[in-house]
T-cell receptor, first 114, second 111 residues
């Protein structure tokens, strides 16, 4: 199993600013995943973060808007840049336990952009 | 993305009744998982069913998988008010490492 500490748990930000979300895992993991959950919606994968290489972004998400760092095997950050009200969502990080095992999630960051 | 579909989108039942949620997906999978989310917080894993399994139980939960129909169902028996939450199915596709989530079912159990 894995325990993920994600922070901040929530924030209210002004449009045009940036917010960096951190996830710390209690064990070393190869891949970490960042999801966005818009109000009342399901989770959409933003990117996969690998240690030692650039993150792999899903269609519709770009590095300039959502830069990701992965400095080691237990930590990752996601930055939401130049925010607008449309960025108001819950952002979640996740790791997987391995093939045919469950995924583990941080508690999420509830972001409101005003 | 190859997101699955869930139905119903919302379900309201009385305590003690059973709740059934359905999930459909599009391509071959390694496994299908069900998660629960309370009040927009982190997801909690409920149950994983592998592609070669047809049914799995965990406490009051029963999950079925029909790979020929590319569908799964989650049954919660004898529901409780504390079961009120959003429930998501997620598929682990053969070609990738990430999970792809269905649209979710918002369950409300009235005391």
């Amino acid at each position: 199993s894995a325990v993920i500490s994600q922070k901040p748990s929530r924030d209210i930000c002004q449009r045009g600013t940036s917010l960096t979300i951190q996830c710390q895992v209690d064990s070393q993991v190869t891949m970490m995943f960042w999801y966005r959950q818009q109000p009342g919606q399901s989770l959409t994968l933003i990117a996969t973060a690998n240690q030692g290489s650039e993150a792999t972004y899903e269609s519709g998400f770009v590095i300039d808007k959502f830069p990701i760092s992965r400095p080691n095997l237990t930590f990752s950050t996601l930055t939401v840049s130049n925010m607008s009200p449309e960025d108001s969502s819950i952002y979640l990080c996740s790791v997987e336990g391995g093939i045919n095992t469950e995924a583990f999630f941080g508690q999420g960051t509830r972001l409101t952009v005003v | 993305s190859q997101q699955g579909e869930e139905d119903p989108q919302a379900l309201s039942i009385q305590e003690g009744e059973n709740a059934t949620m359905n999930c459909s997906y599009k391509t071959s999978i390694n496994n299908l998982q069900w998660y629960r989310q309370n009040s927009g917080r982190g997801l909690v894993h409920l149950i994983l069913i592998r592609s070669n399994e047809r049914e799995k139980h965990s406490g009051r939960l029963r999950v079925t998988l029909d790979t020929s129909k590319k569908s799964s169902s989650l049954l919660i028996t004898a529901s409780r008010a504390a079961d009120t939450a959003s429930y998501f199915c997620a598929t682990h596709y053969n070609a990738g490492n990430m999970l792809t989530f269905g649209g979710g079912t918002r369950l409300m159990v009235k005391p």
